[in-house]
């Protein structure tokens, strides 16, 4: 019986190649999952450390630490050039975010709601400070600085912190405007409302969410910008990046854990707090 | 419905570049009456509602309502009332402050915006839903709040883009009988947007077609169903198969005689007559018993669709093309796909219109033509 | 209720007077420049005239010409402009690999507590910011830190990483990988991912459904995000200073020696000149591949 035969000869192959396929799909998957867990503990590791080692009670730097306690949170809240700095840091992050806001939000409204030719233009040029060469770029400011005597001033830095923050706004803005119906402006207007009360009544009333998760993130922007700092402010400003980063730089202070800690607990409660936002504004 | 006119379009015509999405229509709505604009998508008729209410300014032409000019008036300014296919209610507001967006703008003191509110939701039949955010209804819901809204202020005439059209089959018929009511328990002036002419049938007071930015003509649903003035007005708003015909003669401004094939016969004239012309039947005007003086119509069975009580028989067709018939599923039974046949239709029941689509790309006599309108039916 | 009549007539009074001008359902070019006036003159005075005075200073100042000659010239700043290159497209290959692993983990894994887990490994270095994020990878892989009491432990011994162009790599790959898994996820969210059952159901493997259908539909929104990880990469500050140290070559030391230490602004502003062309060209090639919609989107 040949053909008989034949066609158990096909089956078998066809079970052996779906064997091997079985097979290699789960070394695949097995590869995946192994690259992914190893890059997610390289990512958490030196958090995890950072957090860790803030608990250490050590005077000088050990790893692993040979005592355990809050030494460095003690020194770090006694100590006043930390206080001084993180004021600065909200001195500048705090005008520079209204800045922002009252810079972008106008602009995502005649953006979106214009016929201006190159506006779509303006609306990508509005990311530039986010892709151009962060040192060359801070080099430019300080040639401009120079030029309009803005360097080493409060005036410069605040400016400086908004070229940075302001995108954030306008993109998260950007975004939830796209999501909310032009109908609803067109629905009041339609009801007895003038465009800006239609504006303000129902798109702006819709989009505050996400102008002030935009705005969540342009202060953690500003308040952890640590580039610009170092070229245009000179040895009086001292914000609270531009100390850790001193710091860091000359010597590995412990302190600087508990700083790095209490930080990273800081922008966390922020971050959640811009995510639900833009949730709740969707 | 009274004599008074409402709403006077006077030539409107609206280019976007090159391309002219409305010619000098020219079109009356009387007060009290229910208007819809019908067309396929792209006719221009969102183009047109949008324009009455605000949303577009014409290129040329003016539109009044009540006698005044609105054409450079803001749509806050038009007394007009809005209802979309989405809703467009207000998210952050409640069902009741919705309702009362357009009073409070006009300053209405708190109790009578309240007592408004009140009647408002008696007529939509959504007693006790004030509180609820639009995020709690049901797409149904939403639209009857969105009626609300737009009749709460009364404005001077009510405007509706496809109200039904993000709704399912069920709550579209519920939906016509609730606009249908309220039409006429406030004598409202509507104007109604709709690519789906069962819906234009079931609420309309006259219909106006529409077609690549003209306005091809305004009747009422009878006329227009058992009378088409054109092709195009009786293959899109009645199915209706297109017969090639010659014109034999005249025999009075409402009769002719015409040549099918070797056969001729008398058919009724609708709307004028010039150039060349076609026979419009309508699919259920095909039968199998023949009647005196009864056009024939032979061809082969391409395809048969059981429809429940009726049975869609598809024929080929030479020098015609694909003809659509409905019959009696009892009746159609025995037609099996490949098979000869011969279906009858009485004269009185044919109508004799002018080829508007002669010379041009899918014209009746394609394979595909007529137009379907189930597949006019689908889409925005 | 009150008749039809009745309710026009409470309605009619308060509409406002017929407006002496014409209504305009768009908003006006005028009145939409005005509401775009205050993001045109940030972008003008401190995005892109900057950008412009660079360029005209790096011709003009202190040597003119010669501060680009100075630049090439000069076989130290030459061996750090190679290393910043070369260490940046190395940053961009891990940096994307990583991303893009960790993103698709993420769109497709379906445990909770797994994705909590990733997402937090994501987020960890974002939340840490700028400097301090440097930090940790100072502690994790100097002399007696975990990365080399591992190394010694397995056999391998402890190696000098810290202040070598390797641990530079390390911290902005560190820094970089949120972003890209932040735009890829983007991309990959984007992808039905029926398609691969499809493939798969169709007798397809694994690892040829994701090679013939994910990679394919994927590909615009990795190369936006390379180019871009590519681009901010080269710009990168901190992370040279803090982890390459006083002796690894990066050009932001270079530039920034100049200009704080010795005041040269003319070869700074050539050297930072150097690194926009090479950035820009980088965006620009990108920008023919995939499109500006497509580079936006990495962005945000």
Redo the contacts between chains.
Sequence with gaps: MAPLHDRNAVTADRNRRERM?HL??RA??LG??T??TI???L?????A??VA?SFSNDKYF??PPRSWGTRQYHTLFTSPQWGDAIWLSVKIAVPAVVLST???V??V???N????PL?HA???????????????????????F??LHLLATYLGLV??N??LA??MI??VT??AMSRI?V??E??????????L?AWAG?TL??LIPAILAGAVLAFITS?????FI??LGGPGQVTL?KA??DS??FG?DPV??A??TL??LF??VL?LIALRLRRTGQ | MTDEIALDIQEVSKAFGATNALERVTLQVHRGEFLTLLGPSGSGKTTLLRMIVGFESPTAGRILLGGRDISGLSPADRSAGMVFQQYALFPHMTVADNIAYGLKLRRWPRAEQRERVGEMLDLVRLEGYEARYPRQLSGGQQQRVALARALAYDPEIILMDEPLGALDRALRIEMEQVIRRIHRDLEATVVYVTHDQQEALALSDRIAIMRDGRLQCVDTPEELYYRPASSFVASFFASSNLLPVTLVERLGPDSARVRYGQDELSCRVAGEIAGPVQLAVRRRSLRREPSPNCLVVRGTVAETLLFGDEREVILDVPDAGRVVALIAAHAAADLAVGQPVELYVPPEETVLVTDVDAGAPGTAGDADAPLQPDALAVGP | MPTHAQTIRRALPSLRREGARPWSPTVGNVKALILLAPLVALLVGFVFYPLVKLAIDSLTSDHGLRNYSDVFANASTRRALYTTLIASVIVTAITVAIGAMLAWHLVTVRSPAVRAVLWLAVLAPFWMGTVVKNYAIILFVSHDGLLNDLLAAVGIGRQQILYTSGAVVIGIVYSMVPYAVFSLYGVFAGIDQSLLSAAQSMGASRIQALRTILVPLAMPGAVASAALVFAISVGFYVTPVLLGGGQTPFMASVIQANILTYYDYGFASAASVVLLVVATAILGIALRLVGRERLVRAVA
């Design positions: 396929r290699s799909d695949t998957r995946g999952g690259v992914v890059a997610a503990l990512l958490l590791i030196p958090a450390l950072v080692l050990n790893f009252l810079i972008a106008p602009a409204f005649a953006i709601r214009s016929r201006l506006r303006l609306q990508a040029a509005g990311v530039t400070s986010l892709i151009v060469p962060l040192s060359a770029y801070a080099v430019a400011m300080y040639g401009v120079v030029q400016i400086a908004t070229v302001f995108p306008l993109v950007t975004a119906p109908e609803l067109l629905a009041a207007m339609t009801a007895g409302a003038s465009r009360r129902i009333r819709l308040f952890d910008e640590a580039v170092n070229f990046p850790v980063f860091v730089r590995v600087i854990t700083i790095a930080l990273m922008t966390s971050m």
